[in-house]
């Protein structure tokens, strides 16, 4: 198994920045992909960005140029880099995990993005 957990989401003023993270532990080894989603009210859950065990990366079109995905793997940690955040970014980000064909998600940390 391998749990989640994120931290880092606030409140922010529009064109501000926030740094996500998400720590990794248990079976981090069979760990092959780990990635950012998010969900507002009432909406689907929706991509934001991923990254392979290889170090490729993946964004949604809506984050491309504003959000970067790194990851430690010293610390077992994934970040979401945000910049220039619009109100629009406002909601739940939750962090998944791909391993042995199985998936597991973190519990969600709220940044709300507002003046």
């Known amino acids: 198994q391998v749990q989640l957990v994120e931290s880092g989401g606030d409140l922010v003023q529009p064109g501000g920045s926030l740094r996500l993270s998400c720590a990794a532990s248990g079976s981090i080894s069979s760990i092959n992909a780990m990635g950012w989603y998010r969900q507002a009210p009432g909406a689907q859950r929706e991509l934001v960005a991923t990254?392979?065990?290889?170090?490729?990366?993946n964004y949604a079109d809506t984050v491309k140029g504003r959000f970067t995905i790194s990851r430690d793997n010293d610390k077992n940690t994934v970040y979401l880099q945000m910049n220039s955040l619009k109100p629009e970014d406002t909601t739940v980000y939750y962090c998944?995990?791909?391993?042995?064909?199985?998936?597991?998600w973190g519990q969600g940390t709220q940044d709300t993005v507002s003046t």
């Open positions: 990254i392979h065990i290889g170090g490729s990366t």
């Open positions: 998944n995990a791909h391993f042995l064909g199985f998936v597991s």
